[in-house]
């Protein structure tokens, strides 16, 4: 969230950015940040499945939690 706010990018321009498989992921990210706070991103961790992939998520959602503080 933080790269497209300082990038002014869109959810499927960062999407393709990060190489993420979906830009859902990026949708319910910010759902889960704009109804439910940060601490409902933590959660999203057990969600990842190959290593590949959560290392990539985990990356992205680390650029986010930072970027609220």
Same mark, same amino acid.
């Given at each position: 969230?933080? @790269?497209?706010?300082?990038?002014?990018?869109? $959810?499927?321009?960062?999407?393709? $950015? *990060?190489?993420?498989?979906?830009? /859902?992921? !990026?949708?319910?990210?910010?759902? !889960? &940040?704009?109804?439910?706070? &940060?601490?409902? !991103? /933590?959660?999203?961790? =057990? &969600?990842f499945?190959?290593? =590949?992939? /959560?290392? /990539?998520n985990?990356?992205?959602? @680390? !650029?986010?939690? *930072?970027?609220?503080?």
């Amino acid at each position: 969230m933080s @790269y497209m706010k300082e990038h002014e990018t869109s $959810i499927f321009e960062t999407a393709a $950015i *990060f190489n993420l498989p979906s830009d /859902k992921t !990026l949708w319910t990210w910010r759902h !889960l &940040l704009e109804t439910q706070g &940060l601490d409902a !991103l /933590k959660s999203t961790q =057990k &969600l990842f499945i190959t290593v =590949k992939e /959560k290392e /990539k998520n985990l990356l992205f959602f @680390y !650029l986010i939690m *930072f970027s609220f503080f």
